[in-house]
């Protein structure tokens, strides 16, 4: 079991920043990909980033939504077994509960099939 805990979420206006964290913890081994997914209020799930790796940081394979290349950033520390989500720029449309999981796969990580365990859940709230 991998347990995985979002934090950094929020209330901003439009054009500022956020840093949304995810702590994994438990049998963390088994993962190799974490993915951050947001659903806003009457919309479906949505695919925002992930990083897979086998190994090192630096071969660490990033991915992103169309919506959201240029203004997020994905990146992990391996010693504290957390992933980041760097978000800028920040729109009213970005308004969503956002999500973590975990993958033992490192293909097809847009798909919320791909992934074994979920977070919780952080707010974000960006007001125009």
């Known amino acids: 079991q991998v347990q995985l805990v979002e934090s950094g979420g929020g209330l901003v206006q439009a054009g500022a920043s956020l840093r949304l964290a995810c702590a994994a913890s438990?049998?963390?081994?088994?993962?190799?990909?974490m993915g951050w997914f947001r659903q806003a209020p009457g919309k479906e799930r949505e695919f925002v980033a992930a990083v897979s790796w086998r190994g090192d940081v630096l071969y660490d394979v990033t991915y992103y939504a169309s919506f959201v290349k240029g203004r997020f950033t994905i990146s992990r520390d391996n010693a504290k077994n957390t992933v980041y989500l760097q978000m800028n720029s920040l729109k009213p449309e970005d308004t969503a509960v956002y999500y973590c999981a975990a993958s033992a796969l490192t293909q097809s990580l847009s798909r919320g099939s791909a992934y074994d365990y979920w977070g919780q859940g952080t707010q974000v709230t960006v007001s125009s």
């Open positions: 438990g049998r963390t081994i088994s993962s190799n990909a």
